[in-house]
């Protein structure tokens, strides 16, 4: 059972909540299951459909996985580069989710894709609306993990001018309700190194996609 006390819980906007620390008693866990996941879904730099290919490195695991190409964005159970189905969610990985979902006010949160970021310093991703789910009643979950970054937190228009959020090892956000459409990025990384990682952040984005 967790402690929906025993740690700090900051309302970013209607709907979107941080939770400092959450996935630290899990980290070395969750980075195993990247470690796993990447064996058997290599990280890839997808192009967009627009022809530009991203800084930011992704995989997939769990049954609907998010892939780009001049094509579109979509969700597909089976990895393009690889031809197989996309690696299991380990086990950890949904346990985290739902639970940071039930601490944020989303009881019954069921992932069904998990998204893997990798970002090194220069990585950027720039302002976008998630919008290839069927259903926006969901929340989205995010983990990060490793090197620090500043998370861009906009508006309902492209234009609105961002907030800027730091995100450190351990914390994760829940996105829902008003802000479940809201234009987000990150920040171009800068350099470092973390302990966990090297130079290296990984952001779990946990998403119910069909
Ligand atoms: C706010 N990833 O994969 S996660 C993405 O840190 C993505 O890798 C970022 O944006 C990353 O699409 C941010 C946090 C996040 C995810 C979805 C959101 C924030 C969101 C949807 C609506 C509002
Ligand atoms: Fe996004």
New binding site residues.
């Given amino acids: 059972m967790h402690d929906l006390f025993a740690e700090p819980q900051e309302a970013l906007a209607a709907g979107?909540t941080v939770l400092r620390g959450h996935a630290l008693p899990v980290a070395e866990a969750l980075l195993a299951g990247v470690e796993q996941v990447a064996a058997a879904a290599p990280f890839r730099h997808m192009v967009t459909p627009g022809g530009f290919t991203m800084s930011?490195a992704?995989t997939n695991c769990g049954p609907a996985g998010?892939v780009s190409d001049r094509r579109g964005y979509r969700y597909d159970a089976i990895d393009p580069d690889g031809g197989r189905p996309w690696p299991a969610m380990p086990g950890a990985f949904r346990a985290l989710a739902t639970d940071a979902a039930q601490a944020a006010g989303y009881p019954g949160f069921v992932p069904d894709a998990c998204?893997v970021?990798r970002?090194r310093p220069g990585d950027r991703?720039t302002l976008?609306?998630?919008r290839n789910e069927r259903d926006y009643g969901h929340p989205?979950v995010?983990v990060?993990l490793g090197l620090p970054?500043t998370?861009l937190?906009g508006g309902d228009r492209r234009t609105d001018r961002p907030r800027r959020i730091p995100?450190h090892h351990g914390d994760v956000?829940v996105?829902g309700g008003p802000?479940?459409?809201?234009?987000?990025?990150?920040a171009p990384m800068k350099d470092g190194t973390h302990p966990a990682t090297g130079a290296i952040?990984i952001?779990l984005?946990f998403?119910v996609a069909r």
Wanted: hydrophobic share 55%.
């Fill in positions: 979107a930011v992704m998010w998204l970021n970002y991703l976008h609306q998630d989205i995010s990060s970054a998370f937190f995100l956000v996105w802000s479940r459409l809201a234009f987000h990025g990150v952040r952001n984005t998403r």
